[in-house]
């Protein structure tokens, strides 16, 4: 006992036995981007034609929104038991089509300060200019609201079928 007191006198009751390590960490605006085309989904190519019916296409689209939107609800990812990798905040624009038309993609991170700001609004820009009606863009301040988004656009839409010839 006697020995502890005078050790903690002697160096001001630090704990100099305590091992020194490095723990890298790291944070920043990073940005996804994602096209999905459901309307490939049970498509073959070399047959041109569909090798499942509609009811199994909807199902696997919904099993690609959900496996999606579950990369983002749980990240995983390196040194996941010491340092859980998390979302402080999630905002963005989701586009999409219901004809042959593609759905624009604009990167948040391209470009410069002014292009950072304003990737919805072109988005949503370009959208209008292609097709009207048959693209639609919707932007998204959180996670739930992309959650909901989804959900929505399962219930709501029905992707377009590929016809290859007369």
């Not at 498509?43 to 690609?64: A, F, M, P, S």
Request: hydrophobic fraction near 35%.
């Amino acid at each position: 006992m006697k020995e502890n007191r005078e050790t903690k006198e002697k160096t001001g009751g630090a704990n100099l036995g305590q091992a020194i390590f490095h723990r890298p960490t790291s944070s920043g605006i990073y940005a996804i981007v994602c096209n999905l085309e459901f309307a490939r989904i049970g498509y073959n190519d070399i047959l041109q034609r569909y090798l499942l019916d509609e009811d199994e296409c909807r199902k696997r689209g919904q099993v690609l929104l959900e496996s999606l939107l579950h990369t983002f609800v749980q990240l995983n990812g390196a040194m996941r038991s010491t340092q859980l990798p998390h979302l402080v905040s999630m905002q963005g624009v989701l586009s999409w089509s219901t004809t042959v038309l593609p759905a624009p993609l604009l990167s948040p991170l391209g470009g410069g300060k002014e292009d950072r700001e304003s990737y919805r609004e072109q988005t949503s820009t370009i959208a209008r200019s292609l097709g009207g009606d048959s693209i639609r863009t919707l932007n998204f301040d959180s996670l739930a609201e992309l959650a909901q988004h989804f959900s929505n656009l399962h219930e709501e839409t029905r992707p377009y079928t590929m016809r290859v010839g007369g």
